[in-house]
């Protein structure tokens, strides 16, 4: 079992969608590292660049470090078939304008929306962060500082200026705030959720159980549902560790990570990160049977029929709640037949708080990006529809925080 740690960066944004807004300023260079900064904190970038931002720094640089195409025009018709700029607005948890000119700043207080970004402002209900910079002058210009005042009203929030040299060869405030400074209020002001400081093991992915040296039993999960969960659940506040079978998946930023292979590798992984948590959400497709006795060689072709004898794995559910048994405890359902007789009988047996049940086969759930779940907890049920894996994520995540806190409460 391999753990691998998160980022040690004090700052966390791990399942956090940001827009990062660019407009014209010398100080756009700095928008630059700030996205790097942001990722790093495990954030999900999607910059918006101003056409006076373009004059200073080219969209490609931007594109580098986020790995997303750079949004630019309010009127893209290759952007408003896949995702337009009402859509975008509602992908993000926040938008972070920096540098924010003058010019910006009067026109959001104005209300306008004659550009990309001002329309994404106007357009959403998230937290938007403002970070001025400009001449210390601009910035003290009466108009400016009612300007602003109207965005603080609105609840907009600014972040900085800070003060010292400027570009012109002036001294004074006006200076946009170092990126760190401005990734570490951004997370602060973010980290407010519903789940925060709760501690969530979240297992993912398949097991393999050894036939011989070379040969396993395993099954086509792929882990993906597992993976976008933990990081929708710490998007929510939560301190997640993730136990994962054997899969080809990134990390999320802000994790904690151990790596396993068999179901007993995972049911004593998941057992230790238990203790240290309040919530335990099995998405994993763990093997209910395992060959009862390895072959130590490779299994040679001989005969025309080969006989394996199986037996039991370890019920992971069921020993997380036996130890815990006031933990909140979740568990999945993969069913090809009578899904919600079936969740319904693995919720009252298993004692579980809540069980998230999906069709699969027949090109369902698996190898795909997408899916669709039924919710049941104890008297309610709720049916998410088919969705990115990722937006179902964050439905499951919030109704998970929702059912957890009306126990807690």
Known sequence: MTPNRPDSSPASLAGRRLLLGVTGGIAAYKAADLTRRLMEAGAEVQVVMTASAREFVQPLTFQALSGKPVRTDLFDAQAEAAMGHIELARWADAIVVAPASANFIERLARGSADDLLTTLCVATDRPIFVVPAMNRLMWANEATQENVQKLRARSVQV??????????????????????????????????????????????????????????????????????????????????????????????????????ETAEQMLSAAMSAADGAQIFVGTAAVADYRPKAAAKEKIKKKDDALSVELERTSDILAEIRAKHPKMFVVGFAAETEKLAEHAQEKLEKKKLDLVAANWVGNGRAFDRDDNALHLFWHGGDKELAQKSKTDLAREVAAAIAERYGNRSA
């Open 159 to 260: 972040l900085g200026p800070g003060s010292g040299s400027q570009a012109c060869g002036e001294v004074g405030d006006g200076r946009m705030w170092e990126p760190i400074t401005i990734r570490d209020a951004v997370a602060q002001a973010l980290s407010q959720g519903p789940l925060r400081g709760v501690g969530v093991v979240v297992t993912a992915g398949p097991t393999r159980e050894p036939l011989d040296p070379v040969r396993v039993i395993t099954n086509r999960s792929s882990g993906k549902q597992g993976f976008a969960l933990a990081q929708a659940l710490a998007a929510l506040g939560a301190r997640v560790t993730l136990v994962a079978g054997p899969v080809s998946l990134p990390t999320p930023r802000g994790i904690e990570r151990v790596d396993v």
